[in-house]
């Protein structure tokens, strides 16, 4: 059983890493011209389910997004980093409509 | 704080430099000069990643401004004031073609970063929505 503090205490790792994963998808679409430049993506989602299942500790990841590059050697694609943005902006307002949620129920049992 | 819209920032300004270039470079494509003369040479952007010393991507930036030819292409227009004895005039070596299709690219660059500064405003904002 998992008490508020503890709660928020995951949700904070799942706003980092959201917060890490947009950094990582800017960085994708501001060098979408650059020659020889290689698109990053942040992942955690699977880490933080296994940590919560199993009780580990959760990590984010930074890999290489390994697409076919173009003839300078850049394999950014707008397309991808236009809707790993917009998946991005859910998964932000998610963790923070919950962390909201959390502090709701401290908020009740504090002032009872 | 604020990466993403630093990042994004460092993007749209180095579109900008791009798209600035491509203004200079069609403007004065029709420079034409006697033979011999410094003729205008086109500019291209040289961008390169900016990464933290951490590894993680902090952006773009211009590394360099190449330019092109020293060396312009002649044509033969005797009626040109300024027409060698020959009647070639030299203009600048400046692809307009190339120069239209990189202007679309970095128009589309542009929008794409100005994206990203508004919805990393967005996400921002709601994280400081957050109240106990």
Redesign the interface.
Known sequence: MTDAAESIGILQFALDSVVNQQQAIANNIANENTPNFQADQVTFQSSLAQALADGGVASSQTLPEGLPSGTNGNNVSLPTEMTLMQENDLENQTVVNSIDGQFAVLSDAITG | MW???D??G??AS?DQT?IDTIGGNVANMQDGVTPGQPVYQAQYVD???SVEPDG?????KVDSIDVGPAQGQDEYDPNNPVANASGEVEYPVVDLGQEMTDLI??Q??YQ??S??MS??T??YQ??L????
């Open positions: 990466e993403a819209i990042i994004a460092s993007g180095v791009w961008a390169g990643a993680s991507g902090d952006g773009v690219q970095s589309t660059s794409a970063n994206a990203v919805h990393a967005d996400a709601s994280i929505s957050i109240k106990a």
